[in-house]
């Protein structure tokens, strides 16, 4: 999974956007677990961060 290599490589934070807020919530729930204090559910404007990626989830 991208968001878990990206904290895995110790990233300071990452932001979490997906249109599906039950998916976005349940994805965070598991990083937060794993990375505490990492991952965040985050807004629509990637100013501010040093990396945006928009990766596909295949249905």
């Given at each position: 999974?991208?968001?878990?290599?990206?904290?895995?490589?110790?990233?300071?934070?990452?932001?979490?956007?997906?249109?599906?807020?039950?998916?976005?919530?349940?994805?965070?729930?598991?990083?937060?677990?794993?990375?505490?204090?990492?991952?965040?559910?985050?807004?629509?404007?990637?100013?501010?961060?040093?990396?945006?990626?928009?990766?596909?989830r295949w249905?």
């Amino acid at each position: 999974m991208i968001a878990d290599d990206i904290l895995a490589r110790r990233a300071s934070e990452l932001a979490i956007r997906d249109i599906d807020q039950t998916h976005c919530k349940g994805l965070v729930a598991r990083l937060y677990q794993r990375f505490p204090g990492k991952a965040r559910i985050g807004g629509t404007d990637p100013r501010g961060f040093v990396l945006v990626a928009k990766p596909h989830r295949w249905a």
